[in-house]
């Protein structure tokens, strides 16, 4: 399969992939307000049975797995994989690599987190 087909099949994959409910979504948010961040990362587990491919839930994931400590960089890749231009992700993936005390990677993720941010800032700008 050429480099193009497989591109679009990804892509036609993510556009046909169910999004995450909006009460899902909100009852992770109450976890994350209540600091709970083993239950928040028992509950995104959960949803990713029925939401393989969801890049919020990567994120979140990747999040609630930094804040106990853990590894997160196997969620946070995969968000970065899903929502390359979401700043927080590449935040997220930054943090999973010092945690893992690969510095150079850091810095890129952060660099990365940088220009997502700053293209954020022009499509808000020119609109």
Not at 6 to 11: A, C, G, H, T, Y
Not at 29 to 43: D, P
Not at 104 to 119: G, K, Q, W, Y
């Amino acid at each position: 399969m050429s480099k193009n087909k497989k591109r679009l099949s990804k892509v036609a994959a993510v556009l046909t992939e169910r999004a995450v409910p909006n009460n899902i979504i909100q009852r992770l948010a109450s976890i994350v307000a209540l600091a709970n961040y083993y239950q928040l990362e028992l509950e995104i587990r959960k949803q990713l049975l029925h939401y393989p491919s969801s890049a919020i839930l990567f994120k979140m994931l990747a999040l609630s797995l930094n804040l106990q400590g853990k590894d997160a960089l196997d969620p946070a890749l995969r968000a970065a994989e899903l929502a390359p231009n979401d700043p927080q992700v590449f935040n997220n993936l930054g943090n999973a690599y010092i945690r893992l005390g690969l510095y150079p990677e850091a810095i890129a993720a952060f660099f990365l987190m940088r220009c997502a941010l700053s293209r954020m800032i022009q499509r808000l700008t020119l609109t």
